[in-house]
């Protein structure tokens, strides 16, 4: 099964809190740092995450925020400067274990991954964009085709319940699909091998996937 991770996202906005509901959708353990007490009262109504409110460039809301544990910080409010200083700010205090994110206001910004490990424009794809770059790994969604319905690649793991099987011999829960080939050019078939360590495109329904990543990442 895919690390839980310990993330500190700042900023609870649509972007910000879309994007803490699909990590803890995934089981992350997420703390939301938001200056807004109304925007922090309606992300404490949903459960999804650890609301802190306050500034994120203060250091001690920071050490509040359990920085020195945390894996991930993602500045996800709507001011660039901002993100980038808080993590700026995360990295010194947390040392070379932090992946840091930053937000930014437009189409190439890739100049300032010189000061975090990645930029997302999330008004381009949305908050699964931002949740990508946060857990990176071997579990990657692709697209929400409707509402209900998720297309995600999925690399095997070694002892997988799935793994080195044939998907005919595979008891998929009903609301999943193998839809590519390990090398991702052709359609799955019955005799399509998940093989451990190749990555597979996956249609699943939110309810079943749970079970479908035990399957294939154990």
Known sequence: MTQDLNVIIV?????????????????????????????????????????IQGDATDPAILEQADV?????????TQNTGVNLAVCLEATE?????????????????EEYTRFVDAVVFPERAGARMAANEIIGGDVESISDVTETLDIVQVRVAEG???AGKRLANVNFPTGT???????????????????????????????????????LRG
């Open 93 to 109: 205090m947390n040392g070379d274990g932090l992946r840091t994110i930053a937000r930014v206001d437009r189409l190439g910004g």
């Open 11 to 51: 900023g609870g906005g649509r972007v910000g809190f879309q994007t803490t509901a699909i990590l803890a959708e995934r089981g992350h353990d997420i703390t939301v740092v938001e200056r807004d007490p109304e925007v922090c009262d309606a992300m404490a109504d949903e459960y999804v995450a650890t609301i």
């Open 160 to 162: 997988a319940p799935a």
């Open 177 to 215: 699909l193998v839809i590519s080939d390990d090398d991702g050019e052709r359609i799955a078939g019955p005799d399509t091998t998940l093989d451990p360590g190749k990555r597979y495109v996956v249609a699943v329904e939110p309810d079943v996937a749970d079970e479908v990543m035990n399957l």
């Open 68 to 76: 020195a544990r945390a894996d991930v910080i993602a500045g996800l």
